[in-house]
């Protein structure tokens, strides 16, 4: 089962996806409206972990957003866990890939996987516990399952 701590992360990724987030009293407020009940200093944990940095928009404001200078090879836990702990099934049918998550998980995991910029990948589109990906050929959708399908075998394995 996703621990509270995961859950939340996954909430947070979800809400700086969905709209601008400029403070971590907004985002505290947003994560409270959403039932999490958090302090300031946990919130602020959060971020560091998760590795959210403050970006200018276009309109001179800022804005978190996913901190994405590593590798795909280096990715970080935090991306493991969310990923590991909300997926539940992931399959491809020619160059189309669909994710089965746990309800309410979809969004925060396709998030997170836009945010490392697959090769490959043409779009991808979030439910509420569906994510469903366009790939550029079957090859690209047959691979990019392996691998996910291997992150969360390696992540569980981990956890054991």
Known sequence: ???????????????????????????????????????????????????LVKTLTPDGHYRYSVHIMEPKNEMS??????FSESVKDIDSAGNMLVIKCYTGMANAVCAALDSLHWSGVVGTLAGDDTIF?????????????IQLRKMVSDAKAGQM
């Open 133 to 145: 990906m366009v790939m550029r050929d079957e090859h690209n959708a047959r691979e990019l399952v």
């Open 77 to 82: 836990n935090k991306f493991l866990l969310i």
């Open 1 to 51: 089962m996703r621990t509270m701590k995961a859950r939340r992360h996954a909430k947070i990724l979800e809400l700086i996806n969905d709209r601008p987030i400029e403070t971590q009293d907004e985002l505290l407020n947003l994560l409270s409206e959403s039932g999490f009940s958090v302090t300031q200093a946990t919130v602020s944990r959060d971020i560091k972990e998760l590795r």
